[in-house]
């Protein structure tokens, strides 16, 4: 049965991979947007870029990470100073989780804007759209399904985040541990029945994460 | 009047397009590739490259050496691409008032003319071809534009539709006075519709003639095979049961009387087809006559083609053409020349209801 540690552990799981998803939504889909439109200089060079998290080991974007909020550098002093401490919070296990999803949407919302026949887009300005109000009536409402696929996978991801999560934010029960980590954890001191009920609660949330996913994609889907 | 003096770049030429065209419908016929439906992009601010000056009734949409270059969204420009491109994510009633600044009850009107009240709630997807440019005609009209672009609207229609449709834009012409710019290959819908033709080859204006000096070019054969047909949009008014006969009001003024069509209820909106070559003319106001229709016409303009002459008439009454076709022996004996005033007889079994 699960314990109450095991319920403090899927809060902060679900808290850490629902921030990262939430604060990941707006800047991934205006870069998919970005590279779906975009054609001038540097686009490769910016793909590329935006794709790295996705075939770098994850621990070495987590020492990348690690190394630049270090209290000691510029931008980490900064931080501090303004109050956020990410080394060896959850929040720096957002900012992980985030670097590590946000390729998923960003990758799901290109592909999205660029199934979008841009001769729509066109026809919504000749009845009256601005090109902010065309890409909010018809651009948008038309990558949806794919935006939303996005978001599922980079929740997902989130959700099962280890190795860059480990270098920035560490394994602190109660504070970091969330359950990839837990999982691993327990593994590591023998207790593999506790490794296999923090499994299936995964197991659980990926599929509910899904579930929910479909119910949204399908709620206001017009007959096709 | 539109003022067209534009030039934008294609693939494989460049587009150099300059014309002054009276209000009234013109017709844009040409090749394949000849830059009909980049001209038409162009005028709706589709093309960013597009250079020069467009000027419509006094409003100035672009003008390169003043720095003037309307948005889109602000030239009031109606714009009907070929493919209709509906928004597939919307409904046909949402995609109907999406852009729309036309009063209710024109919107309405609209509806019902264009026969999309039964499908307000569908959706694109689920539409046949006919459905979907009339829709997207409705879409562009319902923003109340100033300028009408239609990229041939009626192809891809069957005999039906475009019998149906083509009396739309008609009825359009007469009561909305919308200018507009109409890209076709048909030369009867040409001069059904339109007061002029724009040819354009390799991007550039070939020729700007009334329609019937086309018809008047084209090989002998291909005129004699064409069927010239008059459609004249009306409301039934009353049936007459004992005389027989149906009375319907045409929409420009005018009465026609037809056989007797009940399957068609009172108040009605019908089309009237009438062959060019079913129409007889007098040059004295007929009396003593068999046909129930005469009208009072001038003959606009003349054209030989193949081995007959097709009149464009003008009816005193009300604001409809019809086309004539006559043998070139008849025109000479009549003395029909552009100008003279003629009486337009036609049978009533001579006219088709749809």
Request: some cysteine; charged content about 20%.
């Amino acid at each position: 049965m699960p314990t109450g540690e095991d319920l403090g552990i899927v809060l902060l799981t679900l808290r850490v991979a629902g921030v990262a998803t939430a604060l990941v939504l707006v800047p991934g889909v205006l870069a998919g947007l970005g590279l779906a439109r975009y054609r001038g200089p540097g686009r490769g060079a910016l793909e590329t870029l935006l794709s790295l998290p996705l075939v770098l080991p994850p621990t070495a974007i987590g020492i990348v990470l690690l190394e630049a909020l270090s209290p000691r550098r510029s931008l980490g002093g900064w931080l501090a100073a303004h109050g956020l401490e990410l080394v060896f919070t959850w929040r720096g296990a957002v900012l992980a989780a985030m670097v590590m999803a946000s390729p998923l949407l960003v990758r799901s919302a290109r592909t999205a804007f660029e199934e979008v026949d841009p001769r729509l887009v066109g026809i919504a300005r000749t009845l009256g759209c601005s090109p902010v109000r065309a890409f909010l009536r018809v651009t948008l409402p038309l990558a949806r399904r794919g935006i939303l696929a996005g978001v599922v996978l980079a929740f997902s991801r989130a959700l099962g985040e280890f190795g860059a999560t480990i270098m920035v934010a560490g394994s602190i029960p109660g504070r970091t541990r969330t359950l990839a980590l837990a999982i691993f954890q327990e593994h590591q001191v023998g207790a593999d029945a506790e490794a296999f009920r923090l499994v299936g609660i995964t197991v659980l949330l990926a599929f509910g994460a899904l579930w929910v996913a479909e119910w949204v994609g399908r709620r206001g889907t017009h007959t096709r | 009047m539109i003022e067209i003096a534009l030039t934008l770049p294609l693939a494989a030429t460049t587009l150099a397009v300059e014309a002054t065209l009276p209000d009234g419908a013109t017709a844009v016929m040409g090749p394949s590739g000849a830059g009909k439906t980049s001209l038409l992009e162009a005028m709706a601010g589709l093309r960013p490259r597009t250079r020069g000056r467009l000027v419509v009734n006094g409003e100035v949409l672009l003008d390169g050496a003043r720095g003037v270059r309307l948005p889109p969204e602000r030239r009031r420009v109606g714009y009907v691409p070929q493919d209709a491109q509906l928004f597939p994510h919307l409904s046909v009633r949402q995609n109907v008032l999406f852009g729309a600044r036309a009063p209710r009850g024109r919107v309405d009107g609209m509806l019902e003319v264009l026969e999309l009240g039964r499908l307000l709630e569908r959706h694109p997807g689920t539409l046949s071809g006919g459905e979907r440019q009339r829709v997207a005609l409705a879409r562009a009209l319902a923003t109340d534009p100033r300028l009408l672009l239609l990229d041939e609207p009626l192809a891809g229609l069957d005999v039906a539709l475009r019998e149906r449709v083509l009396p739309y834009l008609l009825r359009l012409r007469a009561e909305w006075n919308v200018p507009t710019l109409y890209v076709t290959h048909q030369l009867g819908e040409a001069i059904v519709l339109a007061e002029r033709v724009l040819v354009l080859a390799a991007g550039r204006v070939a020729r700007q003639v009334p329609p019937l000096a086309l018809l008047a070019a084209e090989a002998p054969e291909a005129s004699a095979e064409r069927d010239l047909e008059n459609f004249l949009p009306g409301r039934v008014r009353t049936h007459d049961a004992a005389g027989g006969v149906t009375r319907v009001t045409l929409d420009g003024g005018g009465e026609m009387t037809v056989p007797l069509a009940r399957e068609h209820a009172p108040g009605s909106a019908v089309t009237l087809v009438v062959r060019a070559e079913d129409v007889l003319v007098a040059v004295e106001a007929p009396h003593g006559l068999s046909a129930r229709n005469v009208f009072a016409a001038g003959v606009a303009d003349c054209a030989r083609a193949g081995a007959d002459v097709t009149l464009r008439c003008n009816l005193v009454e009300g604001s409809l053409a019809v086309l004539v076709r006559l043998t070139p022996a008849a025109v000479a004996t009549l003395e029909i020349r552009p100008g003279v005033r003629v009486w337009l007889a036609i049978k009533s079994h001579s006219v088709r209801l749809t």
